[in-house]
C-alpha cells in the first residue's frame, strides 16, 4: 500500500499497541497500518523473576491477556451476515458547531518533569481535557488549577466530568472516564475570590501518578467572569496551587496536540428522514477529516495555530429522525483498537448508556485494515461490511422517532469510526 494515498485519524491522545495489527496512536501511516513511535517512552523496569519489563511489554500485555471471554451479540453477528454481501450507503448529515471554548491538554503527552502542560483563560461555558502520561521514574500529580482573573467574586460551576482512576492500562483510563462522564450530570459550585486559586477537583490532590501511569479526564464547567485554568504536573507531594504559580510552560511535544478551539460542541443532523424499507443499510463516519473535519484553534501559550487530530474534546450531538419502522443502531471501528461509551436520547429526557463496546474491554482489534480499494469506496459513498467487521450494538428505535445520540472521541484509542443504521429483519 501506498502511504501517501490516505491518512487514518489516528493522531491522538495515547499509546496502545494493537495485539495482532501492531497499530498505534501517534504514528505514521501507510496505508491502512499505522508505525508505532515507541522510541519516546521510557524504559521503566518491573522486575519479577529477575526478567525486567519495559513499558511497551507491559502496554502489549495488557491487550494480549485480556480473553475476550464473549462474543458480540446474536443480533450484531445476524445482522453483519446478512449485510456483509450487500453494499451500504453513506448517509448524510449536515455540520454545526455551537458551544463554549474547550481547552485541549495533550502535549506533552509523555511528560518527563513539571511543569505547565496547557494554559488559558475562559469565561462562560467551557471544557477543559486532559492526557497525559508519568514518564518519569518518580510518583506525581496531575491537577487542573482555576484562578480568579476577575476583582469580584467569581462563581465556577462544574457542570459534567469524568476521570479514569490512573493506571498503564490505557484503554481502561479511556473508557472508564467517558463512562463516567456520560453516566450524570454535575453541579458543584466554586466560589472564588479576587486573585484566589482553587483546583478545579478536590480529589486531584490525592490522586498518585506512579511512573508509566496515564490520567484522563474530561470536565465540563462555566465561569461566571475570567479564570486562568492551568494543567500542571508536580511532585507526588506538592502543593498544585502554589506549583501553578512557580513552574514554567512545557514545550510542547511534535504531536503539538493542545490548544484552545471555540465551539466545544459539534451537531450533526441527517439531511433526510430515514426510511429503513426503502434507504436499507447506511453509515456515516466520525472523525475521518473528510466528512467529519478536524477542528483547528490556538496554542495560547505560543499563539501558534494548531489542529484537533482527532476531535478530541469534541461533544457531538447527533440527531438521526426515522420516518417508520425497526432500526438497529451500531458503532464500528475502522481505524484500531477502541474502547469508549456513549449514550442515546429517545421521545423523553431519560437516556441509554452504551459502553462502546458492551461485552468486551475494547475491539476494533480484530477488524482487518482497509485495502485502498474498499476505503476509496466507502469515502464515495459505498461500505462493504466485511465478515469480520466488528459492530457495536447502540440500541434500536420503533415506528415515527428521532434518536440523539451523544459521543466524544475517546482518549486512548484509534479512529475514525463509523455508525451503521441497518433495518431491523
Known amino acids: 500500500m501506498k502511504g501517501n494515498k490516505k491518512i487514518l485519524a489516528v493522531l491522538a491522545a495515547g499509546l496502545m499497541m494493537m495485539p495482532s495489527l501492531a497499530q498505534a496512536r501517534h504514528a505514521n501511516v501507510s496505508g491502512a497500518v499505522t508505525i508505532v513511535h515507541s522510541d519516546r517512552a521510557v524504559q521503566n523496569k518491573q522486575v519479577k523473576g529477575g526478567t525486567e519489563t519495559k513499558l511497551l511489554d507491559r502496554v502489549r500485555n495488557i491487550l494480549q491477556t485480556k480473553e475476550n471471554k464473549q462474543a458480540l451479540s446474536a443480533a450484531v453477528s445476524a445482522g453483519k451476515?446478512?449485510?456483509?454481501?450487500?453494499?451500504?450507503?453513506?448517509?448524510?448529515?449536515?455540520?454545526?458547531?455551537?458551544?463554549?471554548?474547550?481547552?485541549?491538554?495533550?502535549?506533552?503527552?509523555?511528560?518527563e518533569q513539571n511543569g505547565i502542560l496547557y494554559q488559558d483563560s475562559v469565561q462562560g461555558d467551557a471544557r477543559v481535557l486532559f492526557y497525559h502520561l508519568n514518564n518519569s521514574s518518580?510518583?506525581?500529580?496531575?491537577?487542573?488549577?482555576?484562578?480568579?482573573?476577575?476583582?469580584?467574586?467569581?462563581?465556577?460551576?462544574?457542570?459534567?466530568?469524568?476521570?479514569?482512576?490512573?493506571?498503564?492500562?490505557?484503554?481502561?483510563?479511556?473508557?472508564?472516564?467517558?463512562?463516567?462522564?456520560?453516566?450524570?450530570?454535575?453541579?458543584?459550585?466554586?466560589?472564588?475570590?479576587?486573585?484566589?486559586?482553587?483546583?478545579?477537583?478536590?480529589?486531584?490532590?490525592?490522586?498518585?501518578?506512579?511512573?508509566g501511569e496515564l490520567t484522563y479526564g474530561v470536565f465540563d464547567f462555566h465561569a461566571d467572569h475570567s479564570v486562568l485554568v492551568s494543567v500542571i504536573m508536580l511532585d507526588a507531594y506538592g502543593d498544585p496551587v502554589t506549583a501553578a504559580e512557580n513552574l514554567p510552560v512545557l514545550p510542547k511535544d511534535e504531536m503539538r496536540l493542545r490548544g484552545t478551539f471555540k465551539g466545544m460542541n459539534r451537531v450533526l443532523s441527517a439531511k433526510k428522514v430515514y426510511n429503513p424499507g426503502e434507504d436499507g443499510g447506511v453509515y456515516f463516519m466520525l472523525a475521518d477529516d473528510k466528512s467529519d473535519k478536524y477542528r483547528t484553534g490556538i496554542d495560547a501559550t505560543d499563539g501558534s495555530a494548531v489542529t484537533n487530530y482527532g476531535n478530541y474534546g469534541i461533544n457531538y450531538r447527533i440527531e438521526l429522525p426515522v420516518q417508520t419502522g425497526k432500526v438497529d443502531y451500531y458503532l464500528s471501528p475502522l481505524g484500531g483498537t477502541y474502547a469508549g461509551a456513549m449514550r442515546s436520547f429517545q421521545a423523553t429526557k431519560t437516556y441509554t448508556l452504551f459502553p462502546t463496546p458492551g461485552e468486551r474491554a475494547y475491539f476494533g482489534d480484530r477488524t482487518a485494515p482497509e485495502s485502498d480499494t474498499v476505503q476509496a469506496q466507502r469515502e464515495a459513498g459505498t461500505w462493504q461490511l466485511a465478515k469480520n467487521t466488528e459492530l457495536a450494538p447502540l440500541g434500536e428505535s420503533v415506528g415515527r422517532s428521532e434518536t440523539v445520540f451523544e459521543f466524544s472521541p475517546p482518549g486512548a484509542s484509534n479512529l475514525p469510526v463509523a455508525v451503521v443504521m441497518l433495518p431491523k429483519k
Open 138 to 211: 518518580e510518583p506525581k500529580k496531575l491537577a487542573v488549577v482555576l484562578k480568579n482573573e476577575y476583582n469580584g467574586k467569581n462563581i465556577v460551576t462544574v457542570t459534567r466530568g469524568g476521570s479514569g482512576q490512573p493506571s498503564s492500562d490505557y484503554l481502561k483510563v479511556g473508557k472508564a472516564t467517558q463512562l463516567e462522564y456520560f453516566s450524570r450530570e454535575k453541579n458543584q459550585q466554586i466560589a472564588l475570590q479576587p486573585g484566589m486559586s482553587r483546583l478545579l477537583q478536590e480529589n486531584m490532590n490525592m490522586t498518585i501518578l506512579q511512573p
Open 81 to 111: 451476515e446478512k449485510q456483509h454481501t450487500q453494499g451500504l450507503a453513506r448517509w448524510d448529515m449536515e455540520s454545526r458547531d455551537e458551544g463554549g471554548t474547550l481547552l485541549f491538554s495533550d502535549s506533552p503527552e509523555y511528560v
